[in-house]
């Protein structure tokens, strides 16, 4: 893919998150984590991520980045579906502001119909993105998908727990080291 803001991508996101107490998934678990490979910082202000229903029109979008929003070279960015799943005094994270939480769809393996995470620039341009559509696409309940290599534009994706075996690590490196 190329993208118009080539340092800018998606790095790791939570498609199906573990059961809460009530014994169905914690939603406000989902996450995605956004990686500036760098040069320099990115204002993010305007961008948006969507799924497949909110990026095709039918819903709203899952979360757009508030004016100011500056994501720095070699950092990491996180939006969390819900409040619950906020780490306290984390720098580059926020909640979700798209009324419902990001609601990613489970996997095919799951019952689900799957589903596509997108990163949308303001100009409506695609800067992102990663489906799990398809049947042979396996999501595991509280495993995150990861670029593989780790922080790479180019790289494809694994479950995080195939790389280092962590089940997900919103915020941090996959090694679970920090940025």
Same mark, same amino acid.
Not at 50 to 59: L, M, V
Not at 89 to 96: F, I, L, P
Not at 132 to 142: E, K, R, T
Not at 147 to 156: F, K, T, V
């Given at each position: 893919m190329t993208r118009p803001t080539p340092q800018v991508f998606i790095n790791e996101y939570l498609a199906q998150p573990y059961n809460g107490a009530a014994g169905?998934?914690?939603y406000d678990q989902q996450f995605v984590e956004l990686y500036n490979a760098g040069p320099g910082s990115v204002d993010l202000s305007g961008w948006k991520i969507? &799924?497949?229903?909110?990026?095709?029109?039918?819903?709203t979008a899952r979360h757009t980045f508030v004016s100011g929003t500056i994501l720095p070279a070699g950092k990491g960015y996180v939006v969390y579906s819900g409040a619950t799943a906020l780490p306290t005094?984390?720098?580059?994270?926020?909640?979700?502001n798209g009324g419902l939480g990001l609601r990613? &769809?489970?996997?095919?393996?799951?019952?689900?119909?799957?589903d596509v995470v997108y990163l949308v620039r303001p100009d409506g341009t695609v800067q992102d993105s990663h489906?799990?559509?398809?049947?042979?696409?396996?999501?595991?309940?509280?495993y995150s998908f990861n670029? $593989?290599? &780790?922080? $790479?534009? $180019?790289?494809?994706w694994?479950?995080?727990?195939?790389?280092?075996?962590?089940d997900a690590t919103p915020g941090l490196r996959a090694d679970g080291?920090?940025?």
């Open positions: 169905t998934p914690d969507h &799924d497949a229903a909110s990026y095709q029109g039918t819903a005094g984390a720098t580059y994270a926020t909640v979700s990613f &769809d489970r996997g095919r393996n799951q019952g689900g119909a799957g489906s799990y559509l398809d049947p042979s696409v396996l999501v595991y309940q509280g670029r $593989s290599p &780790d922080r $790479s534009a $180019s790289g494809g694994d479950l995080c727990y195939n790389l280092y075996s962590r080291t920090a940025f």
